[in-house]
C-alpha cells in the first residue's frame, strides 16, 4: 500500500494516450481504490463491479475522460468476494474485448502480498509493472512479490522505484 501504484498507472495511462495509443485504464482495485477519490469528476454511477456482476454494460461502465485517445473503468462499488469476480469469465472478455478496441490497456489493481487480486488478474494480462516505493520495503519482501508473479506465469516488464529521494 501506498507505493504509487495508482498514480503510476494513470501517468502511463496519460503518456500512451499522449503518444496517440488508444488507451483504456481499468480500476481493479476492487478493495481500495484510490483512483475514484483522486481523478474522477461528478458522479460516476457504475464500474467495473458492476460490470462483473452483469449489472451494467460495457458502455454504462466506461468513463471518457478529457484527456484525448484515453478512457477509463473505475472499480465501482466495493463487492464482497473481488478475487472471484476478478477471476471469473467476464473479467476475461473484459480484457480481450478491450484489447481488440484499444491500443493499450492498463489495469491498476491492489498490492500484491496482501490479497490475490493481482495474481488472478495477471492471468489476463501480458506482463505486469512492479512498482515499489524507495525505502518502503525489504529486498526480501520485494523478491517474495517477484516469486509470486513468477508463479501466476505473470512476465515483470519492468520496475519502477517510486518516491526516490533525489537529495
Known amino acids: 500500500p501506498n507505493e504509487g501504484k495508482s498514480s503510476v498507472s494513470f501517468e502511463l495511462a496519460i503518456s500512451f494516450a499522449q503518444a496517440g495509443k488508444k488507451t483504456l485504464l ?3 482495485d476492487l ?3 484510490v483512483m475514484r477519490q483522486r481523478h474522477r469528476k461528478g458522479k460516476v454511477r457504475l464500474g467495473l463491479s458492476n460490470y462483473l456482476v452483469g449489472k ?4 454504462e461502465a466506461l468513463c471518457l475522460t478529457d484527456v484525448k485517445n484515453m ?5 465501482g462499488p466495493v463487492p464482497p468476494n473481488p478475487s472471484e ?11 480481450e474485448d478491450s ?20 495474481a ?8 505486469a509493472l512492479f512498482v515499489i516505493a524507495s525505502g518502503a520495503i525489504s529486498y526480501h519482501f520485494a523478491r517474495k512479490i517477484k516469486e509470486q508473479l513468477e508463479v501466476a506465469e505473470c ?3 519492468g520496475v519502477v522505484l517510486n518516491k526516490v529521494d533525489m537529495g
Open 26 to 28: 481499468l480500476d481493479a
Open 99 to 118: 484489447r481488440a478496441m484499444y491500443d493499450m490497456v492498463i489495469v491498476g489493481t491492489p498490492p500484491l502480498g496482501s490479497v490475490i487480486d493481482t
Open 71 to 75: 478512457d477509463m473503468i473505475f472499480s
Open 31 to 33: 478493495r481500495k481504490s
Open 155 to 157: 512476465r515483470i516488464l
Open 85 to 95: 469476480l476478478l477471476g471469473n469469465a467476464r473479467f476475461k472478455k473484459l480484457i
Open 56 to 59: 451494467a454494460t460495457f458502455e
Open 120 to 127: 488472478v488478474v495477471s492471468k489476463c494480462c501480458d506482463g
